[in-house]
């Protein structure tokens, strides 16, 4: 297993963060001490989870799964230092949290103790804003005008990060938390809370997790450009599209206990004839070199220049192997080619 320093932290990261959404509907606490048992013993020390996960969210499952990780953590006391912990706060929308109230300064400190009490630790070592209290453009709202830029209060915008990013700070002094990290957030919203860390001495944003895969790399080449030189980890989340990039919805299939068997919150944006077109065009490739789909997508996402840890997610420990495997593989100049021949005819599929 390969480690990245995380941005400008002092920590290093596996090029693999298990990521935990579907701890608390597609599996339960024994499948989850399960995967991170598996994950650790081959050198994955890094694990994502989020206030708002299971996914889909409700209000009924809200903190599910920082839970299921906090009971193992209380049953493996010893092994806490050797796991790099990341989670988020919620962003605005979501009525059961906050009554869908934008990210403030209090609910930092509520939401770090909350989160705490749940994880059962001392500290978190990288706590993220889920998404920004502007609407930016991600979840399939990245095409052009789709959001718009010039009807936001910038003056309003950077006040709330100043607020934000000072209470962030009480939390990295009182030892909640050791780092800071972005989500789903842009090029803008990385600069605007350097210049603001910079300016008033607070802590600085260490790393961004967006969606990135072969389906959606809108990131490249500008934000990761940014991310490189402003030594912030780039940390790609959904490398296979929603479980898409694995082949198993080709054909309007749809695998009992899949992800896209449940009811998705933003709906099935991803499953679009281009989608199925790149996706069946991937699958082939992989064949040509005998990998599986999801290994194809997922040694190409590795190899991007300014990717630190890529987030995979698993509902089995077959998958889960499958996907570490992955990032032991390098793929041959014909390989890549291919690929990117691919990638011009499906920039963007969806």
């Not at 099935?268 to 290994?295: G, H, M, V, W």
Request: glycine share 6%.
């Amino acid at each position: 297993m390969k480690y990245n320093k995380l941005g400008s932290s002092d920590i290093k990261v596996s090029e693999v963060c298990l990521g935990s959404m579907t701890w608390g509907v597609q599996n339960n606490q024994s499948d989850a001490n399960q995967q991170i048992e598996q994950a650790m013993s081959r050198g994955v020390n890094f694990i994502d989870t989020a206030e708002l996960y299971p996914v889909p969210p409700t209000g009924e499952k809200y903190g599910d799964t920082e839970q299921i990780i906090g009971n193992y953590v209380s049953a493996n006391k010893k092994k806490r230092n050797d796991i790099v912990l990341a989670t988020k706060i919620a962003g605005n929308g979501l009525p059961w949290i906050r009554k869908s109230a934008d990210i403030d300064g209090d609910a930092i400190i509520k939401s770090v103790d909350a989160s705490l009490k749940r994880l059962q630790t001392d500290y978190i070592d990288l706590y993220q804003l889920h998404w920004p209290n502007r609407t930016s453009p991600h979840f399939s709202k990245h095409r052009p005008n789709a959001v718009k830029f010039s009807d936001v209060d910038k003056d309003k915008q950077v006040s709330n990060m100043l607020t934000i990013l000072q209470a962030l700070n009480d939390c990295v002094k009182a030892g909640k938390i050791r780092h800071c990290g972005l989500s789903d957030d842009t090029t803008w919203g990385i600069n605007q809370y350097i210049k603001l860390s910079e300016k008033y001495a607070l802590p600085k944003m260490v790393s961004i997790q967006n969606e990135f895969s072969l389906l959606h790399a809108k990131d490249w080449p500008y934000l990761i450009e940014n991310c490189i030189h402003e030594d912030i980890a780039y940390l790609p989340w959904s490398p296979l599209a929603g479980g898409a990039l694995s082949g198993k919805y080709l054909n309007n299939m749809r695998p009992e206990g899949s992800r896209w068997t449940l009811t998705q919150r933003n709906g099935l944006f991803r499953d679009t004839p281009n989608s199925q077109l790149a996706i069946a065009e991937y699958k082939l490739i992989a064949q040509q070199f005998n990998l599986t789909p999801s290994q194809l997508a997922l040694a190409w996402c590795k190899q991007i220049d300014g990717v630190t840890s890529t987030i995979i997610g698993a509902t089995t420990l077959q998958q889960l192997d499958e996907n570490i495997d992955a990032f032991n593989v390098e793929l041959p100049e014909e390989a890549l080619v291919k690929i990117d021949s691919a990638f011009q005819q499906f920039p963007a599929p969806f």
